[in-house]
């Protein structure tokens, strides 16, 4: 009753190949799917990796970076500890002397002040306050004394330092008075006496010494240099010498040890010079004529008057340093007497005042009155 209809072979051989088809595109896809997985899994895996190196690596910085940190900690907590002892090592001995000085002015607090009522606390607690308060008006002046010769008010700091020079000669008497029996001395009098009074020594020792590397740090020309140094053989060889060469370099400024010992040498030389050509001009001397004999007998003659022979007026040496003021003004008048004051003040290297005061005046009428003749001095002009 139902027969199958047979089906067209095109169809059929249509259906297979399109079946063979899908199945063909399954299989591809299942293998795109698959390697589809495996790259997700390489480029996780990769990703994991790479996300480990970079995890490693910034581990790394940080522990770097903190060791960097500690390095800088540690540096920055040396240099403290040194910038802090540099300051404290000039000041030390001072903080001890103090110290000391404190100690005997809180045992002179506990023993003679405070009173015997009160009981053990309250009296060290009392002689403590006291010996600070006393300690600090010496060492609060002695600051200020520093501070102001760093400010280079120079008279207010010598005022500041005398002073804290009295603050600690009172101070000194009451440790002395203290621990002395009597007027006794004893061993702890003396000691604590001489505390108080170094503290103010010590002090001028801390402060030439910053004065002193401040100067240097603002310009090294501002230091009195004290003249060259020669090395210590020299100074045994020739002992007199290195003293004279040492005192020629600190009158002329000079600083290396070569050209002072150069330029004194040379002045020696010419000084040496210079005496040999004193004695030679003495030996040089003109000697008087020989008296002739007269015979017993002879008539009286009349002796022919004989003119005296002078001796040669040596010149003296002049220099500059042995002249006074006037000795130059009427030197550089001699020089020349025609010219002017001002000229003469500067030949002279003196004021016009003074050339006023020492230059030689005429011998008729005077100089300075409103009518009188031009003269080489006064060069006032001739009145109409």
Do not use: C
Not at 314 to 326: E, N
């Amino acid at each position: 009753m139902f027969r199958r209809t047979p089906e067209d072979p095109a169809i059929l051989a249509a259906r297979a190949a399109a079946s063979r088809e899908s199945a063909a595109a399954e299989v591809e896809r299942t293998r795109l799917v698959a390697q589809l997985d495996r790259e997700q899994q390489e480029a996780a895996a990769e990703h994991a990796r790479r996300q480990a190196i970079a995890d490693e690596q910034e581990r790394r910085r940080r522990q770097a970076a903190r060791r960097i940190d500690r390095a800088e900690a540690t540096a920055r907590r040396r240099k403290a500890r040194a910038e802090f002892a540099a300051k404290l090592r000039p000041v030390l001995p001072l903080l001890l002397i103090n110290g000391g000085a404190a100690y005997a002015q809180a045992a002179y607090a506990y023993s003679e002040i405070a009173p015997a009522a009160w009981n053990g606390p309250s009296r060290v607690a009392f002689a403590v306050a006291f010996s600070l308060a006393l300690e600090s008006i010496a060492v609060y002046v002695q600051w200020h004394a520093h501070d102001a010769l760093m400010l280079k008010a120079h008279a207010t700091a010598a005022s500041l330092r005398r002073a804290a020079w009295g603050i600690a000669a009172v101070v000194a008497a009451i440790n002395y008075a203290h621990f002395a029996n009597g007027i006794t001395p004893t061993a702890a009098a003396i000691a604590f006496a001489l505390l108080s009074l170094l503290s103010p020594w010590l002090w001028g020792l801390h402060t030439r010494r910053a004065q002193h590397v401040q100067l240097l740090a603002e310009d090294a020309s501002l230091i009195d240099d004290a003249g060259v140094e020669f090395s210590p053989k020299r100074r045994r060889m020739f002992p007199i010498r290195s003293l004279m060469a040492a005192r020629w370099s600190i009158e002329h400024n000079e600083r290396d040890p070569r050209k002072a010992w150069d330029g004194y040498n040379a002045e020696r030389a010419a000084r040496a010079a210079a005496r040999q050509a004193d004695k030679a001009t003495r030996a040089e001397k003109p000697t008087a004529p020989p008296t002739p004999e007269v015979p017993e007998h002879a008539e009286p003659v009349t002796p022919t008057p004989v003119t005296p022979v002078r001796e040669p007026v040596r010149p003296a040496r002049v220099t500059a340093r042995s002249l006074t003021a006037s000795e130059r003004v009427v030197a550089a008048h001699i020089a020349d007497p025609t010219a002017p004051h001002g000229q003469i003040a500067r030949a002279a290297n003196v004021s016009v005042s003074t050339v006023k005061r020492h230059r030689p005046h005429p011998e008729i009428g005077s100089p300075f009155r409103p009518d009188a003749a031009a003269t080489p001095v006064n060069a006032t002009p001739i009145a109409a």
